[in-house]
Nanobody, 117 residues
Framework: QVQLQESGPGLVKPSQTLSLTCTVS??????????WTWIRQPPGKGLEWIGY???????YFSPSLKSRTSISRDTSNNQFSLQLSSVIPEDTAVYYC?????????WGQGTLVTVSS
């Protein structure tokens, strides 16, 4: 059973870059047919899809976040990472990583990132 775990700072200052890493266990991020995905949920709001990276390093991002978002992979450590630049308080959310095929078949537990000075 694949497992995903998010890690990174819980507090980021406005205008800085939010960086999170998802470590994948019992499953390889080089496996075809999966979209390694980031999602977030702001307090009191619904889930928001951020973007994904594939096993061939194809990336796709939400249009509303595209200009500030990048996702990369580290195959040697079986990890993928999210960078969100120029953060604002509205980027405060629980951030999740997930493995997606034709459905969301594995999720991390989520990590709260607060944007505040």
């Amino acid at each position: 059973q694949v497992q995903l775990q998010e890690s990174g700072p819980g507090l980021v200052k406005p205008s800085q870059t939010l960086s999170l890493t998802c470590t994948v266990s019992d499953g390889s991020i080089t496996t075809n047919a999966y979209y390694w995905t980031w999602i977030r949920q702001p307090p009191g709001k619904g889930l928001e899809w951020i973007g994904y990276i594939t096993s061939t390093d194809i990336t796709y991002f939400s249009p509303s976040l595209k200009s500030r978002t990048s996702i990369s992979r580290d195959t040697s450590n079986n990890q993928f990472s999210l960078q969100l630049s120029s953060v604002i308080p509205e980027d405060t959310a629980v951030y999740y990583c997930a493995r997606v095929s034709n459905q969301f078949d594995a999720w991390g537990q989520g990590t709260l990132v607060t944007v505040s000075s």
